[in-house]
């Protein structure tokens, strides 16, 4: 089992920037591709990024250049760095752990979420 909590979301303008994070415990942290999802009011849960055992990283398109994740082994937790945020940024943001790939199927652990909203 792995138990995932995310931290860090909250209320912040257009053009803002946040830092999320997601601390681990049970089982072996590093040994599983670590995944940053969202949903938004009424849409489905959709792929922001991932980062695997090695630090290859992979980003949905819209998030590419203006997101970050990254991760600290050591210390068991996951980031993600949101700069030029935008309104449709607006989300529940989660974090997953799991085979891989872009696909909610792949990944067996969740998180609770964190909100996050961006005002115009």
């Known amino acids: 089992q792995v138990q995932l909590v995310e931290s860090g979301g909250g209320l912040v303008q257009a053009g803002g920037s946040l830092r999320l994070s997601c601390a681990a415990s049970?089982?072996?942290?590093?040994?599983?591709?670590m995944g940053w999802f969202r949903q938004a009011p009424g849409k489905e849960r959709e792929f922001v990024a991932r980062i695997t055992r090695i630090g290859n990283t992979v980003y949905a398109d819209s998030m590419k250049g203006r997101f970050t994740i990254s991760k600290d082994n050591a210390k068991k937790t996951m980031y993600l760095q949101m700069n030029n945020l935008k309104p449709e940024d607006t989300a529940v943001y989660y974090c997953?752990?799991?085979?891989?790939?872009?696909?909610?199927?792949?990944?067996?652990?969740w998180g609770q979420g964190t909100q996050v909203t961006v005002s115009s």
């Open positions: 997953a752990a799991g085979l891989g790939g872009r696909s909610l199927e792949n990944y067996n652990y």
């Open positions: 049970g089982r072996t942290f590093s040994n599983y591709t």
